[in-house]
Each structure stands twice: as C-alpha cells, then as structure tokens.
C-alpha cells in the first residue's frame, strides 16, 4: 500500500519558504509551481503558488489565476475541489485547494492494485467526472495518471492540475498545450483541443488499465477525431456493458448445474461423491462469475 499523499513527492524543507505554519509537499519539476500543505479553520488544505522566480512575472500570475478561475466554477466529487484565491505570507498569492489523502493513478497501477471490476468502476467515476468537466465547457487538456488522483479509502479518482485548461469563458491560454504521451494528434499537430481531445488522452490512461478495456480504449484514441467516441458518457455506456454481458452465460451455468445437483440429490445419498461434485461445480461457477 502507497503510505503518501497524491500530492505528496517526497516531501522536505523547501530553502526559500519562509512561512513555518506551511509544508513544501511538491515542485513541479519542469513547471512554474509549488504545492505546500497547510490548514485552516483546522482543516488540512493545499496551496498552490508560482515559483520565487515566476511570482512577480504578469504572464504566470494570469495562468495561475486564470487557472483558478476555470477550477472554481468545477464542482464534483470527481474533481480536486479549489475552495479560494489567498495570498499567503511566503508564498505570495496562492490557491487554496482540498487536500487528498491518497495516491496517484500512475503509482498505484505500477503497483497491480485493483481487479478487473475495480479498474472498470474507476474508468467509470473518471467518465462521470470528464464528462461533468466536459458539459461546463471546459477541456482539461492534460489528462493523464499523474493528474489523478485515487482516495486512500475506496480509491476513488479525483482529476487535479487545471493548469493548462481552456474554457469558453477564457479568453488567454487558447495555445495547444498537453503532455506528448497523451496529447491528440490533432493538438500535436498544432489544432485546438476539444472535448474529444480528452477522450482521446483517456484511451491512452485506458491502455494501462488491463487488456480488458482495450477496444474502448481504441476508440477512445482514434486518430481521427471523427472515430472516437463522441462523449465520455458514451466511453462509459461501454463500460457498463462490458459488466452486464460477462455474467449471464455464468448464471446459465450455474441454473444448469444446481438443476442437475438437485436432481443428483433426489436419487443419491447426501454424502455421496457425486453430489459433492455437484456442488462443488456450482461453487467454481459461481466465483467464476463474480466481476474481476
């Protein structure tokens, strides 16, 4: 079991922090932030402010409020949630966020956690979550493990770092923007990000989840934009019917095989071997069809 925060890397004394009620938890390494855990109201919380070097540069306070205001209008248990824009001593102006105690999608799959039925509820709540996202005309833009998060208790995901998001209702930060591994074709190749721009980085999150997903998850990353699907609602549909259509064959079985134990059970004696065959098929059977 991972024993940090998702938020959490490798937690020590940041030198230039000057606020000891503050904790330095996390440096974007190739970014422009900080994360320090701090509390209020003696609630634990998260502040996300810019590097010494980027606090007094006009171009990354507009991305660093712009972020904040794209991720306060968010709403949902499947989203970090930002609760206020504070300046705080040290640290200059920060968003206060929730704290999540948990782990990060991307370390908690290199650690084969989960079975089939869990990683399939987790692409499920992701879908509930982007699709909300998406309905707010708002586009993530840089989907991918590191950016989610899963809750100690239940591991349920909660997607973070709107730091490159777009929104209708922005005017700056239109430029593509992602990371390469995630990013649709059509924002590598210079194109606006879209809704299924995000689907697209979800197939690619998707093709580490296990075999099992892999033709959603081929769709989902469609070059063609045209090919994917064209929601993550419609992502989840799929998802759902790969839970319903597994089990029925399963049951077939196991009315067959308890039909038979019963019919085993009126001619033979109960200890007899045959009908502890039975039984014992059914018992297979049944764990069998179980969700994995």
């Given at each position: 079991?991972?024993?940090?925060?998702?938020?959490?890397?490798?937690?020590?004394?940041?030198?230039?922090?000057?606020?000891?009620?503050?904790?330095?938890?996390?440096?974007?390494?190739?970014?422009?932030?900080?994360?320090?855990?701090?509390?209020?109201?003696?609630?634990?919380?998260?502040?996300?402010?810019?590097?010494?070097?980027?606090?007094?540069?006009?171009?990354?306070?507009?991305?660093?409020?712009?972020?904040?205001?794209?991720?306060?209008?968010?709403?949902?248990?499947?989203?970090?949630?930002?609760?206020?824009?504070?300046?705080?001593?040290?640290?200059?102006?920060?968003?206060?966020?929730?704290?999540?105690?948990?782990c990060r999608l991307d370390k908690w799959l290199a650690e084969h956690l989960g079975?089939?039925?869990?990683?399939?509820?987790?692409?499920?709540?992701?879908?509930?979550?982007?699709?909300?996202?998406?309905?707010?005309?708002?586009?993530?833009?840089?989907?991918?493990?590191?950016?989610?998060?899963?809750?100690?208790?239940?591991?349920?995901?909660?997607?973070?770092?709107?730091?490159?998001?777009?929104?209708?209702?922005?005017?700056?930060?239109?430029?593509?923007?992602?990371?390469?591994?995630?990013?649709?074709?059509?924002?590598?190749?210079?194109?606006?990000?879209?809704?299924?721009?995000?689907?697209?980085?979800?197939?690619?999150?998707?093709?580490?989840?296990?075999?099992?997903?892999?033709?959603?998850?081929?769709?989902?990353?469609?070059?063609?934009?045209?090919?994917?699907?064209?929601?993550?609602?419609?992502?989840?549909?799929?998802?759902?019917?790969?839970?319903?259509?597994?089990?029925?064959?399963?049951?077939?079985?196991?009315?067959?095989?308890?039909?038979?134990?019963?019919?085993?059970?009126?001619?033979?004696?109960?200890?007899?071997?045959?009908?502890?065959?039975?039984?014992?098929?059914?018992?297979?059977?049944?764990?069998?069809?179980?969700?994995?």
């Amino acid at each position: 079991m991972i024993q940090t925060s998702g938020f959490f890397k490798d937690p020590s004394p940041f030198p230039e922090m000057s606020n000891p009620g503050l904790e330095f938890i996390h440096e974007t390494p190739d970014g422009h932030c900080l994360l320090f855990k701090g509390y209020r109201n003696d609630k634990m919380v998260v502040y996300k402010t810019l590097k010494p070097v980027f606090r007094d540069d006009p171009v990354y306070q507009r991305m660093l409020r712009r972020e904040y205001e794209i991720g306060i209008s968010l709403k949902h248990p499947g989203i970090c949630e930002m609760l206020a824009w504070t300046s705080v001593q040290g640290c200059g102006d920060c968003i206060e966020m929730e704290y999540i105690d948990g782990c990060r999608l991307d370390k908690w799959l290199a650690e084969h956690l989960g079975d089939v039925a869990q990683r399939r509820r987790i692409l499920s709540d992701l879908c509930d979550a982007l699709e909300y996202i998406h309905r707010k005309q708002v586009v993530h833009k840089d989907l991918k493990p590191e950016n989610i998060l899963l809750t100690r208790y239940g591991f349920y995901p909660k997607i973070i770092d709107f730091g490159l998001s777009d929104a209708d209702s922005i005017l700056t930060g239109k430029d593509p923007a992602g990371t390469w591994m995630y990013a649709a074709p059509e924002v590598k190749s210079g194109g606006m990000a879209e809704a299924r721009s995000d689907i697209y980085s979800l197939g690619r999150i998707m093709q580490q989840m296990g075999p099992e997903f892999s033709a959603i998850a081929r769709k989902c990353s469609a070059k063609d934009i045209d090919k994917r699907y064209p929601s993550a609602e419609a992502v989840k549909r799929d998802l759902e019917k790969m839970r319903i259509t597994r089990r029925p064959f399963s049951f077939v079985l196991i009315s067959l095989l308890v039909a038979a134990g019963i019919a085993a059970a009126l001619f033979l004696k109960r200890d007899d071997p045959v009908e502890n065959l039975f039984l014992e098929a059914v018992e297979q059977v049944r764990q069998a069809s179980m969700p994995r």
